[in-house]
């Protein structure tokens, strides 16, 4: 019996980058398709000389790929600084930003599951790669043009290849707007979770030699993640958070698995969701820096956001899912802040792409301004804040439908939610439908502010719903509506 050779795949970069199932469609073959398009883009660019930055995680096998990446490049001359061990995602922006690089690329799939891995592209400008150019890479990898490769080991020996170690510059570029001494005098315990990952040992290493009481967990490289995906939500992080009530620590800080998104927990080992890590990022950078720039949100994102612009005086943009739309928009604002969903948050003061360890460390500068006027604990901060910017009860599901019934599922709600949107859901009255920019869904609000969004996926098998309500109760009815609505 004789099987045809599979098809080439086609590579299609979604809300951050193009992710795939290791030795399915993520193969070395496919990453190099990838790397020549990268290097297709910079050459038609004319920065050849500005060369790329490669990075990548603690997946499996990633330095491998990133190696496989770097001698397509090479083989265009294209000089390269080659990650000199596993980093979070933002080092290469942060590196692409401090050598004007061309481009960056990161061999990671950020939070997916550990059978998966990714190929991310950042801009000259550190944010992820906007759908412009994007848009030019994928139409060269379409192209299917042959490509060459040349020997790392010959390249590197030719002087076309700097391996950089990130921590020391990026201290320095940290130190520019958070005081990190005045962080490590605090009498404070903090927990914190990286899952795994590759920021594993940064905030304890940032944090180190002064007072404060740093505590770190799961530091070894586990390309399983334990089991788990390594997304900081729940319940992939409810043994930190056990751990944080049993050890009575103040509080906890968490990553993702290439460390660009951020979470964290009050002293009860309570969960703090995005949503709300979203307006308390906000809320310090008004209250506690003085700031007023813009800020910009997903369109999934929390509308405590909006309440906060009106008292603060801050305008409030709102994007398409994904920092490839977020990170752009900060840039043409001049915002100090981008907010995902999915824990990722950019600081114009910082980088205009997800850092996950500074998100965190100015979670942490926020709850000890709070502590300092006399606001303790954790959970009093949040309560105070809630008083302030509204109530956020969220949530999200994913529903994952079988892969040969997607394509039919996915016309059946974008189709019949178009001609046919819901009138009630849950017997809440719809105030307004509003369609999705980019075609993939629907976002229904009910007149108290409560909000539904449902969107399909355009890489995996499944349908995201969200809701953020201003109670429990219309939380889990209006999340209760939606997954109706995807089964049909």
Known sequence: MTND????????????????????????????????????????????????????????????FAMAASEVLLAHDIPIAFAA??????????????????????????HNPWTDNGFKVKAPTGSAGGPDMLEVIEAAIAA?????RRPFADAEAAGLVERFDPFPGYERYV????????????????????????????????????????????????????GVNPEPIRPNVDEALGIIARDGHDLGLL????????????????????????????????????????????????????????????????????????????IE????????????????????????????????DLFLREKARGVWPVSRILAEFHELAGPSYYRRVDVHVERGAYAETKRRLLEGLAETPPSSLD????????????????????????????RTSGTEPLVRVYTEASSPEARDALIAAGERLVRG
């Not at 086609?10 to 398709?33: H, K, L, P, S």
């Not at 299917?144 to 060459?148: A, D, I, T």
């Not at 914190?192 to 967990?217: K, Q």
């Not at 009106?310 to 928009?329: A, L």
Request: glycine content about 12%; some cysteine; overall charge negative.
């Open 144 to 148: 299917g043009e042959p490509f060459e």
């Open 255 to 330: 990553l993702d698995g290439d460390a660009d998104r951020a979470g964290a927990a009050d002293e009860r080992g309570t969960f703090i969701h995005q949503l709300e890590v979203s307006g308390l990022l906000m809320y310090y950078l008004a209250e506690h820096r003085g700031l007023r720039q813009p800020v910009v949100i997903s369109v999934n994102n929390t509308s405590t956001a909006g309440h906060l612009g009106e008292k603060y005086g801050i305008d409030v943009h709102e994007t398409s899912v994904g920092f490839k739309y977020i990170g752009p928009k900060m």
């Open 175 to 226: 130190r520019r707007t958070l005081d990190l001494d005045a962080l490590r005098a605090a009498e404070v315990s903090v927990l914190v979770e990286p899952m795994w990952g590759a920021g594993a040992g940064w905030i304890s290493r940032l944090l180190r030699g002064g007072s404060i009481r740093v505590t770190e967990i799961h530091q070894e490289r586990n390309p399983y993640f334990g």
């Open 5 to 64: 050779a599979p098809p080439q795949a086609q590579i299609v970069f979604g809300t951050d980058g193009w992710r795939a199932r290791i030795a399915d469609e993520f193969t070395f073959d496919n990453v190099r398709r990838c790397a020549d398009g990268v290097a297709r883009y910079v050459l038609g660019k004319g920065d050849r000389e500005k060369g790329v930055v490669v990075a990548y995680d603690r997946r499996f096998a990633s330095e491998h």
């Open 427 to 454: 017997g809440r009255s719809v105030a307004r439908t509003q369609a999705l920019d980019t075609r993939d869904g629907f976002k229904f609000f009910v007149p108290d502010g409560s909000w539904l969004l449902i």
């Open 85 to 110: 061990h596993a980093v979070p995602t933002q080092m290469s922006s942060y590196e692409v930003v401090e050598r004007g690089a061309a481009a960056g690329i990161v061999i990671t799939a950020s």
């Open 333 to 364: 604002t001049g915002a100090m802040m981008g907010a995902e969903e999915s824990g990722g948050y950019g600081f114009g003061m910082h980088l205009p792409e997800r850092d996950g360890i500074y998100a965190d460390l100015l979670l942490l």
